[in-house]
């Protein structure tokens, strides 16, 4: 997927919101347990429900990996689904990988032509060739870790050079252009440190953002919107818990669709506001 | 696995080698391709051929999850055919995992649980939380990546704090010293940067470090101990491939066992020399 397509999905749903698919069989409805591959099928009837107000998908890649052989089957089933039924959406592994040159390009291997994923987190850490083998791909994504919505960014995300007067995540911001562009390249940004997103957009004022951290982490969507927004909307923000165990009941489904929409609808006030519809 | 056990196995072996199972279906010998796992049956020549030479192998994940989930089924028999057969062995996942605290508590329970590896590699960026639910298992370990041996180590590991005379690599040293001990972490530090050896020998004295990097990317094994090695040895020194790729043919296991024999023999040498046996 490309930078114009994905720009007009979210003209066209009026949302530029992700689902995050962090789905773990201790929180999905009892009465899934009983289906063949009750992680499939919980992921099945969210998407079928939300779709319509989501232009991505973010499954993230422990939840599967944490149940062994069985979640990457339900991982590869998911993924499947998303593409052939709703070709349009923008389907992310939230897997954080970054290894030297020869295991990256496994990685990306493995995510971008095995599961055909459209894009993948990567952790900036190891630098240049750890980053690069994800990008050799057309159309298709790096999403590189900046700065994140926990606790622990402050541990060495704004460790600080003063000759250079910048902090970790900038430099990663700005090293990393070297490397991809808005055209291939985003930036994970937490919406837990939203009043950080002007300096942000000093150093990418183009690049999509992907913004976790909205609902249970407690980022607030305006603050995202007011601070982070461009003209092409440029955010990709994500609920993962709020909107797929919104219900534990039968009923989940239909719950994640209201929470979907009523973010999906927030969205649609604030890309109305900043003039981006 | 603990720290005595880990250096009793050592002393008894005279050997800190690390086998990396890089294992790539492109790669293996031609007659492996007829058997129902190919990747499996060549791991498990591998390690037979290779474990008295050998204290630890390190499956690098990515080549597993390029081949899906035939890939993921190839792992787990490896792990448990190491296990079982050999367990006085300490099994490495080099994952390079690290993402929010109940993200990394998925990758903790897939690795050090449904897989049972006794350790983990770990990326930093994301701080303490990222990292300490890896630390939470009783006998397993973290190895927190440091200083890489690719060349995008350069980007942003040196990456300067004037204020704190120090570069980031020093600070995910001393920094992570909260977070865990020399129990329960490991740091990577490769070998291709030996002769900063001597600096993260006066951060962290005491902890075992990962040296990939020897062999194939160019590091050299007597610059590692001279600079690295403390008197519990302190050092596990990874090859992958230099010795399972020595020979592609139907004698690739004796060669493999001859590779792994001659850096054995250097390690002897060298733990006799530091006075560690």
Redesign the interface.
Known sequence: MNYNSLFEQIKKKKSFLCVGL?T?IEKIPEHLKKEEDPIFAFNKEIVDATQEYAISYKP?I??Y?????D???SL?KTVKYIKENYPEIFVIA?A?????????R??A???L???NFDSITV?????????SPFLEYNNKWVIL?AL??????????F??????NKH?YE??LE?SQDWGDQNNMMYVVGATKAEMLTNIREIVPNHFLLV?GVGA?GGSLEEVAKYGMNKHCGLIVNSSRGIIYASKGEDFAEAAKNEAKKLKDNMEKLLIEYKVL
């Open positions: 962090d773990d993230n422990a939840f990996e944490s149940m062994g052989t979640g990457w089957i590869e939230d954080k990988r970054g290894d030297i040159g020869n295991t990256s496994m990685y291997k493995a995510f032509e095995t599961l952790a900036p850490y190891m630098g240049e060739d750890s980053v870790l994140t919505s926990n606790k622990g960014a402050f541990d060495l995300q460790f600080k050079s003063e000759e250079e970790l430099k990663v090293k976790p982490q």
